[in-house]
């Protein structure tokens, strides 16, 4: 087991450290993106210049900041309610903010470059075509010649071939090359989890039995009159490890999974706020080369169902459940809005990505890739997309 890098921080100012020291502590649930990135702070902070944190040591002293009040490598809710209720706190942000700038830059330069590939897939069911699809999206349509047999549309798309030739499918390959934990297929069914066999996978109707222990063990914390704060209360809900039978036993895919369950708003519930969440989470924390996300079409929420206590919705009432068609295309344009801008906040995903947003089915697709995707002219068979895909990745 990898151990977390040892430098000092006594240079370094106790409010800025203190996040990182946090996130240190937890190494061991980190994915390899983040314990590199950790590495590349550790080895900037130990050469930056002094003069670079002179201005927020200034300013810890005129907020309080001392031993009694923060003591060095401390970082509780005790400390970030001092930061959010200090007069100084807008200062302390912009301070923050100009060290970030500085840095940035530099470990940005230290990032492997490589292409990359996100590809987002939408149901067949939703009730629009293609010229109402992709609305938030700045890029190019760009037409495709689907199957005849629309069973066969993820297998040519991520395989190349047919269900019937299955071949080794394209976040399989990306996981060979370049590692687990760089291919994700994240979904609201389990399709890809039946062709993608390599690689990090997450399907929310595969979680099913973890979801429903989960929100019958937040009920029972919430009826718990000795939970009297968000101290203890965290402290519960990170006790709600999935057990092998309902995950795996990876241990940082149990956090990520667990976290991404109970952090996200609706992420129990709702099928595609769960596929969002975790594609931006993905995206946060993994750095994926190959991202391949696919959305479903979720459930009308029924009335006095118990939606805020976590209640499951097909037992909480015997109102029939009813797909939300028109709502689940709604909150679609929005999430592949999301997901697009998170990746572009992060340095490996800028100018070297290609963005493929699908819907099984229709015969265009969007595109946003740089001038030198190789996408085949004229109408796009779908194994034709996969081999441009693999050229991208150059796996």
Request: aromatic share 12%; with cysteine; net charge neutral.
């Amino acid at each position: 087991m990898p151990t977390p890098p040892r430098f000092d921080f006594n240079h370094v100012p106790v409010t800025f450290a203190a996040y990182f020291v946090e996130q240190i502590r937890g190494w061991d649930t980190l994915f390899p993106a983040e314990q590199n990135y950790f590495e590349r702070l550790a080895a900037f902070l130990e050469k930056a210049p002094p003069e670079l944190f002179t201005p927020l040591g200034q300013l810890e002293s005129r907020m309080g900041v001392n031993l009694r009040t923060w003591p060095r490598g401390g970082f509780t809710l005790e400390h970030v309610d001092f930061l959010n209720r200090n007069q100084l706190y807008p200062e302390w942000r912009r301070l923050v903010s100009a060290i970030f700038e500085y840095i940035a830059p530099a470990l940005d330069a230290a990032i492997e470059s490589r292409t990359r590939i996100v590809i987002v897939l939408s149901p067949a069911e939703l009730p629009v075509g293609p010229d109402r699809m992709w609305t938030r999206l700045t890029g190019r349509r760009i037409a495709l010649a689907p199957p005849d047999d629309l069973s066969q549309y993820l297998s040519l798309l991520l395989t190349g071939q047919a269900q019937t030739n299955m071949a080794t499918s394209l976040p399989s390959l990306c996981a060979s090359a370049r590692g687990p934990h760089s291919s994700w297929t994240i979904e609201a069914g389990d399709g890809l989890h039946r062709l993608a066999t390599g690689g990090t996978s997450v399907s929310y109707e595969k979680l099913l039995p973890y979801r429903q222990r989960v929100m019958t063990e937040i009920r029972k914390i919430a009826g718990q009159s000795e939970v009297r704060g968000p101290r203890e209360l965290g402290a519960k809900l990170k006790t709600l490890q999935p057990k092998v039978n309902e995950y795996s036993s990876d241990q940082v895919m149990g956090e990520f999974i667990r976290s991404t369950l109970l952090n996200g708003n609706g992420t129990l519930l709702f099928n595609n706020t769960f596929v969002e969440w975790a594609c931006v989470q993905a995206l946060r924390r993994a750095r994926p080369s190959c991202l391949v996300a696919s959305f479903g079409i979720r459930n009308k929420v029924k009335p006095f169902s118990g939606l805020l206590i976590f209640a499951d919705q097909e037992q909480s009432t015997i109102i029939p459940t009813q797909a939300d068609m028109f709502g689940s295309y709604v909150d679609l344009e929005v999430f592949y809005q999301y997901i697009w801008q998170e990746a572009g906040k992060y340095a490996e995903y800028r100018d070297k990505t290609a963005f493929l947003f699908l819907a099984e089915g229709m015969d265009e697709m969007f595109l946003i890739a740089p001038e030198s995707f190789p996408l085949p002219a004229d109408k796009v068979p779908l194994d034709a997309l996969h081999v441009a895909c693999r050229k991208w990745l150059a796996v």
